[in-house]
């Protein structure tokens, strides 16, 4: 069973377009990492969510608890903004603190 | 910027032989993680660390694999005899501190090492 869900799993986006991504999950949850993995496989996290929205430059996050659901919106999409994006989650039970993972959603912005 | 390192980038190995991951967390970091991807997968949890000991493993984690910091600093996953199915990118992670599910802190990556195991 797959207890995050990420949605598309592939999109290709023109540049400067608004692009959406999303998460679903099925267990209670104490924090939501996004985290962009580039081409060379490295990982960087983008934000980590409890509640509500963030926002970092062109990137926005939100999280809907009670729909167990949450969106990353890039603004004015750039070739760079290609890679995988990742929705992890930590569970409200048990864990220290490891993560579950989605399987990706693949960016491709082209020029 | 402080960062995760994790030496080396690329390890290739021959099945059955010994493989040690090194791992300098960030340096004020209490929690310790390994995760590994294989080749079109999804990231899965290995093990946790905290206070010099295991705090929990996953499934994945059986007996070929150990993990210490041995000298304050580096944070290690050793594989005992690699097998073909162990080649994967591995990733450390680490975090500041975990009170309680309240007051979660964000974990860093570093930027992995892939293993080939032939």
């Known amino acids: 069973k797959n207890e995050v869900e990420q949605s598309p799993q592939n999109l290709t986006a023109q540049e400067g377009e608004f692009i959406t991504i999303n998460c679903s999950y099925s267990v209670g949850i104490s924090a939501l990492h996004w985290l962009q993995q580039h081409p060379g496989g490295g990982i960087v996290s983008l934000f980590m969510l409890s509640s509500g929205k963030k926002k970092h430059g062109r990137l926005i996050a939100t999280i809907n608890i009670q729909e167990k659901h949450s969106s990353l919106h890039i603004t004015a999409s750039h070739p760079r903004d290609s890679a995988v994006y990742i929705c992890?989650?930590?569970?409200?039970?048990?864990?220290?603190?490891?993560?579950?993972f989605g399987k990706g959603t693949k960016l491709s912005v082209k020029p | 910027e402080p960062e995760v390192t994790q030496t080396p980038s690329h390890q290739v190995t021959q099945m059955g032989q010994e493989v040690i991951l090194r791992c300098v967390p960030i340096?004020?970091?209490?929690?310790f993680y390994w995760y590994r991807q294989i080749l079109g997968q999804k990231v899965e949890f290995l093990v946790s660390f905290y206070n010099n000991e295991i705090s929990e493993k996953s499934e994945i984690f059986d007996d070929q694999f150990s993990v210490e910091r041995p000298d304050g600093s580096n944070f290690t996953l050793k594989i005992r005899s690699t097998k073909l199915e162990d080649s994967a990118m591995y990733f450390c992670?680490?975090?500041?501190?975990?009170?309680?599910?309240?007051?979660?802190?964000?974990?860093?990556f570093g930027q992995g090492t892939r293993l080939t195991v032939v």
């Open positions: 992890a989650v930590r569970i409200l039970a048990g864990s220290q603190g490891n993560l579950i």
């Open positions: 340096s004020n970091h209490l929690y």
């Open positions: 992670a680490s975090k500041m501190y975990f009170l309680t599910s309240a007051m979660n802190t964000e974990a860093f």
